[in-house]
């Protein structure tokens, strides 16, 4: 008898009544699951990205920088609410197991979201695959921008390119 594999599952959104833009990232890799933290993993570069973005200490807590996101109208959140996967890397998901999020759900209590940003290419592939066909107006219609992956793994380029991507953000956040 074959031992089936236990499936990953993803964290509930990081939001706040004020949210206007959601961050989504694919899965969680396994320091972040370990953790029980999104973007756990030393080496990812969210964390400083955001902070240097929206002046949040490097030494602030998980908690502080969550709090932070949700007082400038950031939701954080996965496109994959549970897969099978060995590791942490994307092309790893066994994409016959994926169990995306309910996005309908998730927008209609959070109205205020006018910009979805993809962390890196899988979000962005698996949201409009697996997603967006199921979504009803005016859900489908909330603008979309897929942001270079802040995962150490996507080591073509520099943090400081990493960070002037992301910069773009500031345009839709609450002042």
Known sequence: MAIKPRLKTAFLPV????????????????????????YGHPRNAFWPILGELLGIPPQASYAER???????????WDVIAACERPG??????????????????????????????????????????????????????????RLPSTSPAHASLRFEQKLAAWRSILDWLVV
Do not use: W
């Open 15 to 38: 939001v706040g009544p004020a949210a206007r833009v959601l961050i989504l990232g694919s899965m969680p890799g396994e320091a972040s699951l370990r953790q029980q933290q999104y």
């Open 66 to 76: 969550c709090a932070a996101l949700v007082a400038r109208g950031i939701a954080l």
């Open 88 to 145: 942490s890397l994307d092309q790893a998901i066994r994409p016959e197991t994926i169990r995306v999020n309910d996005f309908g759900a998730f927008f209609d209590a959070a109205p205020g979201i006018v910009q979805v940003v993809f962390n890196g290419g899988t979000a962005e592939r698996e949201y409009r695959r697996r997603v967006l066909p199921g979504l009803k107006l005016p859900h489908r219609e909330i603008a979309r921008h």
